[in-house]
C-alpha cells in the first residue's frame, strides 16, 4: 500500500473516529447527538471528573542469562493504578470568546501525589489572555534557579509578551473563532446529522438502557458497547463510507485547510511560503486520493482481515454510559477502555499488509493490557459558577514576561534538524531554488527546472496535459503531475512520491530524476543535505 494513501486513510480515520458514537443513528443514537450538543453550547458549568489507569505487561520472551530482569512486572508496577481527579468551573460567552476557568488537579502515579491548579482569564475580542499556575511544589523548588526564591505561582499575560511570543496567544484567539463560529459550527451540526442519519453499520451502537437515578435525579441512560469485532465493523464501515461520499471528503479538506490558513495568518516563526505550500500538500494528498479511491476499499477491506485475528480490544470492551436531564444535557458519564496491544501479533499483521516480512525478536514478544476507568459529573450548567482568582505578589508569583525580557537563553537554541532548509549540491555546486526543496512521504522534493539544468537536462512542460519531459543525450523521461508512475525511454517506472506543482513550481522527487539521467545521489539526513554526482 502507497505511503500516501495511508495517511490519507490515517486522517479518515480520525474523522471516523469522530464520528463513531453516533454512527448508523437510531432515534435513541439522535436523542443523544442533540445532548451532546447542548452541553457543548453550555455557558457555564462545573465538573468533576476521575479518571484510573491500568497497565499490565507481560513479556513472553524466553528467559536467557541476557533477559533476567523483569522489565515487564516493573512496568506494570510502575504503571498499575494511575489517577486523575480534576475539577473544572467554566464561565463564557455564548461565543466562547469571553472565558474564566478554574481547574484543580491531583495525579497520583506509583503512590505518588501530584497537586496542581490552572486559572484561565480570556477575551479574544479584545486580545486579553491571561494565564495562572500554581505548580507542583517540586516544580517550584526547580524554578528557583531562574527565580531565586520560591514560589507558588507561575503566571503568563499575553499582553505582556513580546510581539513574537503574543503570536501564541493570537493562534489560540483565531483557534477559538474558528471552532467556535457560528456558520461553520451550524455547517457542521447539518452535515453530522445528515451523515449519520444515513450511515448503517448494521448494528445499534447505541442504545437507550432506560433510566438511572443519581443524586436524587431521574436520569435517561444511553449506552455505546463495542467489543473487538463490533469496534473493527464500525471503523472499516465508516472509513470506507466517507471515502466515497464527496461531501464528507470535501468538508474534512475545508476544515484542515481553513485551520491551516489560521495558524499561517498568525504564525511569527515560519515563513507564508511554508504554509502555502503545506495547504498545498494538502491539496495534493486530497487529490491522489481521490484518482485512488477505487482502490480503497479494497485496501481497507485488506488491512481487516490482517487484523481480523489480532485482538485490540480486551474482554471489557468499550462501554460509556451517558446520563442525560430532562432539560437535555449530559450531567453524568461513566465507562470503561479495555485495549489488548500484542507486539507480535500487530507486526505479522503488518506484514501482511506491507509484504514485508520481519524476524521478530524478543522486543516484540511484549504484550500490554490497558484498562481506562472514567466517570464525569456536570452541575450548575448555564448557572452562574464562582471562580475564585489566586491573589498574586511579587513574593508568591513570578511572571513568564520578566523571566523572558532577562534570560534569552531559552531563544538561543540551535533548530531542529527537520527544520533546516535542504541543501542540494551538484558536482559540489550548490543548487539555487525560487521555490525551497521539501521532504514529502519521505521523498525529497525539488523544483524540476533548476535541477534538471545543474543535470544538464532540457526540459519541456505542456500545461494542457499537466506532463514534464526531460530529455539529456538518449535517455527521456515523462512524469504527469500526480501520477505515480513516469516513463523512462518507453519503459514505465513506479514512483514513491509523483510530481506535483506548489507555489506555483513543478516539484519532482529528486533521487528519481539524477538516477535516470545515470547520476549517484547521496543523503545525508542529519544536515539535510544533498550531494548528486553526474557521471
Known sequence: MKKKTVRILTALLVFALLTTLLAGCTQDEMDLFKAMNNTAKATSVEQQANFSLDVNVTNNAPKSKYNNFDNAGMMSALFKGINFQINTKQNASEDKSIVKAQVDAVVEIADISTKFGVWVDMNSSTGEFKE??????????????????????????????????????????????????????????????????????????????????????????????????????????????????????????????????????????????TFKDMKEQV?????????????????????????????????????????????????????????????????????????????????????????????????????????????????????FSKLMSGNDRFNDEEPEASERPIEVYVNGDAVSFDVQPLMMNGRVLVPLRAVSEKLGAQVNWDEKTQTVTAVKGDTKVILK?????????????????????????????????SEAFGADVKWDGDSRLVHITTK
Open 283 to 399: 491539496k495534493v494528498g486530497f487529490a491522489q486520493f481521490k484518482l485512488a479511491q477505487p482502490l480503497i476499499e479494497p485496501q481497507i477491506n485488506a488491512i481487516m482481515k490482517a487484523f481480523a485475528g489480532v485482538k485490540l480490544v480486551g474482554d471489557k470492551g468499550f462501554v460509556i454510559n451517558f446520563y442525560t436531564d430532562s432539560l437535555g444535557f449530559i450531567v453524568h458519564q461513566d465507562g470503561v477502555f479495555d485495549v489488548h496491544i500484542d507486539m507480535e501479533a500487530i507486526q505479522q499483521a503488518m506484514g501482511k499488509i506491507t509484504g514485508e516480512t520481519k524476524k521478530t525478536n524478543d522486543s516484540d514478544k511484549v504484550v500490554f493490557d490497558i484498562t481506562a476507568k472514567y466517570n464525569v459529573e456536570n452541575k450548575n450548567i448555564n448557572q452562574p459558577v464562582k471562580i475564585e482568582m489566586p491573589v498574586l505578589t511579587e513574593k508568591n508569583s513570578f511572571d
Open 481 to 513: 503531475i500526480l501520477d505515480d508512475v513516469a516513463n523512462i525511454n518507453g519503459q514505465t517506472v513506479k514512483l514513491d512520491m509523483p510530481a506535483v506543482v506548489l507555489s506555483g513550481s513543478t516539484m519532482v522527487p529528486l533521487r528519481f530524476m
Open 132 to 273: 495562572i499556575i500554581k505548580m507542583p511544589r517540586y516544580l517550584s523548588a526547580m524554578m528557583m534557579y531562574e527565580t531565586k526564591d520560591y514560589k507558588d505561582y507561575f503566571t503568563i499575560d499575553f499582553t505582556k509578551l513580546s510581539k513574537e511570543q503574543a503570536q501564541d496567544s493570537k493562534q489560540i484567539f483565531e483557534a477559538v473563532k474558528f471552532f467556535n463560529d457560528p456558520v461553520r459550527t451550524k455547517k457542521l451540526e447539518e452535515f453530522s446529522k445528515k451523515y449519520l442519519t444515513k450511515f448503517n453499520p448494521g448494528f445499534a451502537a447505541i442504545t437507550n438502557s432506560g433510566s438511572k437515578v443519581i443524586a436524587g435525579k431521574k436520569l435517561s441512560t444511553y449506552q455505546m458497547k463495542l467489543d473487538d469485532a463490533t469496534l473493527k465493523t464500525l471503523i472499516s464501515k465508516l472509513l470506507i463510507d466517507i471515502s466515497k461520499d464527496p461531501e464528507a471528503l470535501a468538508m474534512l479538506e475545508e476544515y484542515v485547510l481553513s485551520y491551516l490558513e489560521i495558524i499561517g495568518s498568525t504564525s511569527s516563526t515560519m515563513p507564508s511560503n
